[in-house]
């Protein structure tokens, strides 16, 4: 396969998987093992990373004009309004901003790989089942992502940190974290989506930094490479975003565990099945 469809690959699995609660992290580790990058293992522990931002600007330019709080269309009370949504999505990152920067290392030295893949898999698989077949999946009275309190974004910042761990999935860890906490679908997702905002932008930040210090040389292929998944991943999550949005209003999550426990046994079998 050549280079560019690879990228081109890379791109529509990882516009996929960032939002749907299936690991885009995971994923790509399982796709680079079946059909790897010709790049560095240092490059792409940071283009898996930063690829990720083409994602990120699909939610800024879907939710633009609610996360502007400084629209001149809004009202001095959804200003403030607005003000505290950011002040709620900063709490909720601290927890995992503080962990991740301090075990990025020792994550991607130990639990790169297919066992911890897919046994985070399967075991947030189950959970989605157990949660979408439980009370905790029924409509609350919240209904926007600006009602939710420092409380609850707080604990979906405490699940956030378990994505940490690859095959676990930040969008994944985060909307259990909001059923959990009392959330709709609908909401937990949304502000799923916000925090992933921060949380990206200062991962892909940390990346850039440490792949900067390694002294590791770029090709002008890798750098090719590395733009053209960043755009295809940035368009293929502007579908995602709006699919999600309106799936999660009519549908529970309990097909995505039962995705994720399939692929993880698949992996697990494919692995130590021989």
Not at 24 to 37: E, F, K, M, R, Y
Request: aromatic share 10%; hydrophobic share 50%.
């Amino acid at each position: 396969m050549s280079n560019l469809l690879l990228a081109v690959l890379y791109g529509i699995v990882e516009g996929i998987t960032e939002w749907l609660p299936v690991s885009s992290t995971g994923h790509l580790i399982v796709l680079n093992s079946l059909l790897p990058l010709p790049v560095s293992r240092e490059f792409f522990a940071f283009f898996e990373v930063f690829v990720q931002l083409g994602a990120i600007l699909a939610v800024l330019a879907t939710y633009f004009a609610r996360l502007n709080p400084l629209s001149k269309q809004k009202t001095d009370a959804e200003k403030k309004r607005t003000y505290r949504l950011w002040g709620y999505i900063l709490l909720s990152v601290l927890p995992s901003a503080v962990i991740g920067a301090v075990l990025d290392d020792a994550l991607e030295t130990y639990c790169h790989n297919a066992l911890t893949v897919s046994l985070m898999l399967i075991g947030y698989g189950v959970a989605f089942i157990v949660i979408s077949c439980s009370k905790r999946e029924r409509t609350p009275q919240i209904v926007d992502a600006s009602a939710v309190s420092a409380r609850q974004a707080l604990f979906m910042g405490l699940w956030q940190v378990a994505s940490l761990v690859p095959g676990t999935s930040r969008s994944g860890a985060t909307i259990l974290g909001g059923l959990l906490a009392g959330l709709p679908r609908q909401t937990a997702t949304e502000f799923s989506f916000f925090m992933a905002i921060p949380t990206m932008l200062g991962a892909c930040l940390l990346k850039a930094m440490g792949f900067a210090r390694s002294g590791v040389s770029v090709s002008t292929d890798e750098i090719l490479l590395l733009w053209l998944t960043f755009a295809v991943s940035f368009a293929v999550s502007l579908l995602t975003v709006c699919f999600l949005t309106e799936l999660v209003k009519r549908h529970t999550f309990a097909p995505f565990g039962v995705y994720r426990i399939v692929l993880g046994t698949l992996i697990l079998l494919n692995t130590y099945g021989r």
